[in-house]
């Protein structure tokens, strides 16, 4: 009788392990990487060679009015940006789930803001905001109302950065909604409109919780590239004006890139990535607890 081998008995272990080594190692080194340095003090303009100091740099750091306020700014940029984006998108998705004249072209221009890239994006939305000869100011006079300074004014920079990361972003929110309306058994709507439910009572009490676990699904991943949105901040204002605009990620870009703090950006990169890893589970959390 023929004995099986130590590959045969663990074919199904063995055959994927070195993908899944791979995958760990891209994971898992930069975050080690990353952490090791926040302790150290290598600066490039300095000179000197690198070398530990324990928990300064996170000192200094957290110390920092900077930083907290880039926290904030984080915060409401992917906060507000994200319910918009949840609620446009689930709203258009249950539209379009619905038969009408023109429905297939409707999906097609939803794609185009996605399929941008996203530093054009910035670009092209700088030039509707400038004030001079920005179309946005020009409709804004058309009907008679005040001029705005958009992205020129720090007053004004986080909002207009989000209705640009809402006009990109919703599409997909709308695709992945979709897609899980495609799949709800009939059974529940057919029995509700039996009972004599309304339509807006249908979509309250059935369409809503039986899709719900889509939207949150959409949210943890729309939440997730939010924390860490820079190409549109940086390609529009850098930042700017002042540190109005700058996030986490932007401000850890700084002080690699523009001051060479390797130990400092690095501390600003570990927050990111634990603001990003809290926001995350929460969010599963509350997608677990509604599919109970």
Not at 168 to 182: F, K, R, S
Not at 249 to 254: E, L
Request: glycine share 6%; with cysteine.
């Amino acid at each position: 009788m023929h004995k099986p081998s130590f590959i045969e008995k663990n074919i199904r272990i063995l055959f994927p392990l070195p993908a899944f080594l791979f995958i760990a190692l891209l994971m898992i080194f930069p975050i080690v990487y990353t952490l090791a340095l926040s302790f150290t003090s290598w600066n490039l303009t300095s000179g000197a060679p690198m070398r530990f100091i324990g928990l300064r740099n996170y000192g200094q750091i957290l110390l920092e009015p900077r930083f907290v306020d880039a926290i904030v700014r984080t915060l409401t940029f992917t906060i507000c940006a994200v319910v918009i984006e949840a609620v446009l998108g689930t709203a258009i998705a249950i539209i379009l789930n619905r038969a009408f004249i023109g429905k297939s072209l409707a999906k097609l221009l939803l794609l185009l803001p996605l399929v941008s890239t996203p530093v054009a994006v910035g670009i092209i939305f700088n030039l509707f905001y400038d004030p001079t000869i920005g179309l946005a100011n020009f409709a804004l006079s058309s009907l008679g109302l005040p001029q705005g300074l958009w992205v020129s004014s720090a007053a004004t920079v986080i909002p207009s950065l989000i209705i640009v990361d809402v006009w990109q972003w919703t599409p997909m929110i709308t695709l992945i909604v979709l897609a899980g309306l495609a799949g709800l058994s009939e059974e529940p709507f057919e029995a509700a409109r039996v009972d004599g439910a309304t339509q807006w009572q249908v979509l309250r009490y059935v369409t809503i919780p039986m899709v719900m676990p889509v939207i949150l699904t959409a949210v943890i991943l729309r939440l997730i590239d939010a924390l860490k949105t820079f190409d549109i901040i940086f390609a529009m204002t850098g930042g700017g004006p002042g540190y109005a605009s700058e996030t986490l990620n932007i401000m850890g870009f700084k002080y690699s890139f523009e001051y060479f703090r390797m130990g400092q950006a690095s501390v600003i990169l570990i927050a990111l990535f634990f603001l990003v890893l809290l926001c995350s589970m929460g969010i599963m959390k509350l997608r677990s607890s509604s599919e109970n």
